[in-house]
């Protein structure tokens, strides 16, 4: 008797797109674990076998009984020697039950979890090769969702799931194999009320589902007021509306009520009922059964075990159409991994040559054309021509394809046409690694991970002392905010980063990027959300880093890059000017618009 | 559970009712064994079919009945499980309307949310869990113990024997379960936030050309956290072959013991099939309630969460005061040697504070991190200063309430945040009796009057989430308008002009000049030129003042004032040039 139960509440209507493809390669990936899944089938077989046998050895022992009583032979030999059979023989089959349910569940322990695992690191191997165009494309919270949430289901489906049907299926025909065998007329009345039971299964099931998802859309929208509540505190206690805003919440939270105890209760409700039904095949095989002993065509033994037949067979079969339910989600799960793992990885270059360990920081763009789709091009026939150590700013209104611009430069994206090159060589027959690792990046979007600040500054430097990580957040004039943080350099931040502030964030990346020294440096609005006089203290640092090395800056604030070796102005993917800083403004155009619009007082 | 206590109280009757109707549901459940003993020995033994029927026909009542009884047995746990969440969500949420900034900050926003919505939902739903699978666990081994004791009391063994043995393994598996599931939860979470890092990090996970380290460090969590689930299967894995061994045992005493008996003629054949299937039943539902047993801790953990927030001691604690004495000829707002900081830091925010802020306009400049919104932070009572004294007209702001000092100040925070519902609904919070007219007067001055018209709908424009379909400068302006609209004393603009451009910024500070004739006006800035013409401008270096003045005297003698101006474009020359 299998008693664990997939949980019924989170029975849900996706339908996989396909289902048999889904399920070949699932079992393929089963079959990685063939040993495991050999012992599990077999021991599941010999387990339904035994468990169809147990209330024949029952009967049959009862039978003896009432044999010895009809004939008046009662006596403690006679009873020894008609059960001693029929009692060791059940106790060896329970034992038997027991051995092999053991064997199964025990093997199937780690078998889903084998699987998800191997299912996880396959994930972030295939992260490590896919196109920057995919991470573009595809929303932190979904991959999350698809690696953590959506496999944790697939693993509870598989682990209760799949032991569940094998052995309900086994015991289902098993069962009715010994019903049919014992009365077939009563059997088809017993298969006609099942069906029933298993036809209202599923329309409740489908009601449940309505009700649940109702329950979550109330949920939702608590969340989203509650949200907005907590973020917007600020304002409410400033503006003294405390109590309107409790009371708007409360209504919500009475709808969530509602909804809840529809849900839940028709969620339970539905067990009842089913049992209720499946009662009914009890009642009828009882009196039935009872009528047929009387007219001598079964005996009382038999009666007995054919009533734990129906129970055997009626238990399974509304746990098979919930099992049912639960492989589509969980298959529906599985292609949505799938559909990552399918896609297209980057290409790695052919010629595959190493980068020289010094680079001079030499970069051309040659008739550099780009687009995500070739037919619609974002940039086309960029050329511009950088000698070593000289610094680049690009400038621009938003969206003009400035960071395209550097997401190129750093191969996340490949090129539609043209080349670029580096000391004069190109770069797509270097391999992406080692070129990336020559340039130094510091982005608007800020990046930390969670660990102490020391760590994170030192990401790109692991063995850097803590002397050199503290001159770098000199530098980077974040040394002063550190040690106000609970634990100065040792303080615990988060990628979410809610203890510091945007600008703090960039300081401790800048800082990070000082550490680093790499032989070029791309300054992506580093500093866009730092104040200008901080900006300015930080350029110091910032010249030195640029002066040694190649660089490109992005900037928001023009003041920053007047410096310049050169400007490039870039307006819908094209560089509309370039020169620099006065020989621009003597131009007067664009790039003296734009100057001149930031400083007018 | 003192939170559950209060609860329990409240709803004592429905909790008694269902618990009633739940005994009714576990002695339904065992009467169809026993009418199946029934049919074998008033029916089949004696060859009676009219009692096979009878008997037959007392089955099906019985049937009929429990369902019904469980089914409204489901219906009051349902309610009893919804009413509990509704009760401790309207709670959580009063209490967080009175607790400070700084421990709202302190739990922070997702992790309130998360009480308010997942730890409540768990409840909820384990509650249900425990009412449908856990309490009927012990009913049912009662009622089979007693009906079995009717029959003979001398078979009253089995049935004990068998509860206690599977439940002494359940109860070991539980045991060693509990822990496990913390740990697996943490696990988890980490697994996530690791996954987080990795994805969002490719950027500069990849110019570090660190992929591999970070592969590792998150495949790491995923088998750390696959580990702990298979050794949690592995531990449940013992439940389902204890139940076959106990109930094998069970059986085996039933034949062997009973056909003793029976052959003694103490009990009728019938009654062997009822006592095995009331041992039956009552590990069937013994094994269910192990399955839930292990969730509980979960939900009580998620309780505990939600009693920390509600047991928060409220930091600020109201003065008693309800209302100004208003006096003529002195400053609105006076810091006096305020000093802030955060427990267990090296630095303060904040030290040696002390200006006046009078009527007409305050500008506080200051760098990233001075400490410039702390000020506004501490005058609203958001927090409390660690050392000092900030006093609101005249009077200590410790000694009066929060409401009255607060309807007194206007505040626009750095980072413009709307409320979802209309333009208008975002005005009105401002002043819940504002008119039409003054709704407009202020949207005016706030530069907004233009783009308003423009909206579908005007001032009955929809606002989503956080103002999320409007620009940064047109949120920007709409909370200043919602600032303006509130009658106050002192208006705080904390580096609220920050996304408009450099002529609305001009014509904005203008209008307000006209408009706040009255009032004490506070600018945070960053960009020199907001501020320039401020009655005094205060510069915050590192958490100090270390410049007080018009712009022109700070051009003279504050050397951080210069360095900004500097940075800004504004040297000496041009900024004679401009203010001529």
């Given at each position: 008797m299998s008693i664990k139960q997939v949980d019924e509440k989170k029975v849900e209507t996706e339908t996989p797109k396909e289902f048999k493809k889904t399920g070949i390669r699932l079992f393929k990936l089963l079959i990685e674990q063939k040993t495991r899944f050999a012992v599990i089938i077999a021991s599941a077989i010999c387990f339904a076998a035994l468990m169809a046998i147990t209330p024949l050895i029952l009967g049959w022992g009862l039978d003896a009984i009432i044999t010895l009583i009809r004939t008046q032979q009662i006596t403690m030999e006679n009873l020894f020697a008609a059960l001693i059979q029929p009692v060791v023989w059940l106790f060896i089959a329970w034992c038997g039950v027991s051995l092999f349910s053991l064997l199964q569940e025990y093997t199937m322990a780690s078998v889903a979890e084998t699987l998800t695992l191997r299912l996880r690191t396959s994930l972030t191997e295939k992260l490590n090769h896919l196109p920057m165009k995919f991470f573009d494309q595809y929303k932190t919270g979904d991959i999350l969702t698809r690696a953590t949430l959506d496999l944790d289901k697939v693993s509870e489906v598989l682990q209760v799931g799949l032991m569940q049907m094998i052995s309900a299926i086994l015991s289902i025909v098993i069962g009715l194999g010994v019903m049919v065998y014992l009365s077939p007329l009563l059997t088809l009345g017993i298969v006609i009320i099942l069906l029933v039971s298993l036809f209202l299964t599923n329309r409740l099931a489908h009601k449940n589902q309505e009700y649940f998802s109702e329950n979550q859309a109330a949920l939702g929208a608590v969340g989203t007021k509650a949200e907005e509540n907590y973020s917007g505190n600020l304002l409410i206690k400033a503006y003294n509306r405390q109590q309107a805003t409790a009371d708007e919440l409360d209504k919500l939270n009475e709808a969530q009520f509602q909804a809840f105890k529809k849900a839940q209760f028709v969620s339970f409700a539905i067990n009842p009922l089913i049992r209720l039904i499946n009662q009914l095949g009890f009642v009828t095989s009882a009196v039935v059964g009872g009528i047929m002993v009387i007219n001598g065509q079964l005996s009382i033994g038999l009666v007995q075990a054919y009533l734990q037949y129906v129970n055997q067979v009626s238990e399974p079969i509304t746990q098979v159409s919930y099992v049912i339910n639960s492989l589509q989600s969980a298959f529906a799960a599985l292609e949505r991994i799938f559909e990552i793992l399918d896609q297209e990885e980057e290409v790695e270059e052919v010629l595959n040559l190493s980068v020289p360990e010094n680079v001079r920081g030499e970069v051309a763009f040659k008739h550099v054309a780009f687009g995500y789709s070739p037919d619609k091009l974002l940039m086309e026939d960029v050329n511009f021509k950088v000698k070593p150590k000289q610094m680049i700013a690009i400038v621009g209104p938003t969206g003009a394809g400035k960071t395209t611009m550097i997401n190129l430069l750093m191969r996340f994206y490949e090129l539609t046409n043209g080349e670029i090159e580096v000391d004069g060589k190109n770069?797509?027959?270097?391999?992406r690694a080692e070129i990336r690792q020559k340039f130094g990046m510091v982005l608007q979007d800020t990046w930390l991970f969670e660990g102490t600040v020391a760590d994170n500054i030192a990401y790109g430097k692991p063995d850097a002392t803590r002397q050199e990580i503290v001159q770098a957040a000199k530098d980077a004039q974040c040394h002063h905010f550190i040690r106000t943080?609970?634990?100065?350099?040792?303080t615990i931040i988060s990628s979410d980063g809610t203890q510091i502030s945007q600008g703090q964030q960039q300081l401790l990346t800048i800082a990070r990027a000082i550490l680093a020294d790499p032989q070029l440096l791309i300054l992506d609005?580093?500093?866009?959300?730092?104040?200008t006089r901080t900006e300015g203290m930080i350029q110091q640092a910032m010249d030195q880093l640029t002066t040694e090395r190649t660089s490109f800056v992005i900037a928001h604030r023009l003041s920053t890059i007047k410096n310049a070796d050169l400007i490039l102005v870039m307006k819908d993917g094209s560089i509309i000017e370039q020169g620099n800083h006065s020989s621009l403004m003597k131009k007067g155009d664009f790039y003296a618009n734009l100057y001149n619009s930031q400083f007018a007082g | 559970m003192k939170l559950f206590k209060i609860f329990f109280k409240e709803y004592r009757r429905m909790f008694l009712g269902t618990f009633i109707l739940m005994i009714v549901q576990a002695v339904g459940t065992l009467m169809i064994p026993y009418y199946v003993a029934e049919i074998i020995d008033e029916g089949i033994l004696t060859q009676d079919q009219g009692a096979i029927w009878r008997n037959g026909a007392f089955m099906l009542g019985i049937a009929v009945l429990t369902g019904i009884v469980s089914i409204i047995a489901s219906y009051y746990s349902a309610i009893l499980a919804g009413r509990f969440g509704y009760f401790l969500r309207k709670r959580l949420v009063d209490k967080t309307q009175r607790l400070s900034m700084a421990d709202m900050d302190e739990f922070g926003t997702p992790t309130l949310l998360a009480r308010t919505t997942s730890d409540i939902t768990n409840i909820q739903q384990i509650m249900m869990m425990v009412f449908q699978m856990i309490i009927p666990a012990p009913l049912i081994c009662l009622a089979s113990i007693v009906l079995t004791g009717a029959i003979s009391?001398?078979?009253?063994?089995i049935p004990i024997v068998s509860i206690v043995l599977f439940s002494l393994v359940s109860l070991a598996v539980i045991k060693k379960a509990i822990p496990l599931a913390d740990v697996m939860q943490q696990r988890m979470d980490k697994m996530m936030q690791i996954l987080r890092e990795f994805y969002t990090g490719v950027r500069v996970i990849r110019a570090f050309n660190k992929n591999n380290f970070e592969k590792k460090r998150t495949d790491k969590t995923f088998s750390n956290y696959a580990e702990v689930m298979i050794r949690v299967n592995k531990l449940f894995a013992v439940l389902n072959p204890t139940v076959n061994l106990v109930m094998g045992v069970g059986m085996t005493a039933v034949l062997a013991f009973g056909g003793v008996m029976v052959l003694q003629g103490s009990v009728p054949i019938g009654s062997l099939t009822a006592i095995s299937e009331y041992t039956i039943l009552s590990l069937w539902f013994l094994t269910m309630a192990a399955m839930v047993i292990v969730m509980i801790p979960k939900a009580l953990a998620s309780l505990e969460r939600i009693g920390e927030v509600l047991d928060t001691q409220e930091e600020i604690i109201d003065g008693s005061k309800a209302a100004f004495e208003l006096r003529e000829n002195q400053p609105i707002a006076v810091f006096d040697q305020v000093d802030f900081a955060y427990s267990g830091a090296e630095e303060a925010v904040l030290s040696n504070i002390t200006f006046d802020i009078p009527k007409g306009v305050t500008a506080i400049v200051g760098g990233t991190g001075s400490g410039k919104s702390t000020i506004a932070k501490a005058l609203l009572r958001l927090r409390d200063t660690t050392k000092g004294e900030i006093r609101f007209h005249g009077e200590s702001i410790k000694n009066v309430t929060q409401e009255s000092l607060r309807a007194r100040i206007s505040y626009v925070p750095q980072k413009a945040f709307l409320f979802s519902g209309t333009v208008k609904d975002n005005f009105l919070f401002g002043?819940?009796?504002?008119?039409e007219e003054e709704m407009k007067q202020a949207a005016k001055v706030a530069q907004a009057e233009d783009f308003i018209a423009d909206?579908?709908?005007?001032?009955?424009a929809f606002v989503a989430q956080k103002g999320n379909n409007f620009s940064g400068g047109q949120k920007q302006r709409l909370s200043i308008a919602r600032a303006l609209i509130k009658p106050a004393d002192l208006y705080f603009f904390d580096d609220s002009f920050s996304a408009l451009d450099y002529q609305t910024d001009a014509k904005l500070r203008k209008a307000l000049k006209s408009y706040l004739a009255e009032a004490a006006i506070v600018i945070v800035a960053q960009r020199l030129s907001t501020i320039k013409d401020a009655d005094q401008i205060i510069v915050l270096e590192e958490g100090k003042i270390v410049g007080k003045g018009t712009h022109e005297e700070l051009l003279r003698t504050c050397h951080v004032y210069q360095e900004f101006a500097k940075s800004q474009g504004m040297e000496g020359k041009k900024h004679e040039h401009q203010a001529s």
């Open positions: 770069i797509s027959h270097f391999s943080l609970p634990n100065g350099y040792d609005e580093a500093t866009s959300s730092v104040d | 009391w001398l078979f009253v063994w002043n819940p009796y504002a008119t909206l579908d709908g005007q001032f009955d």
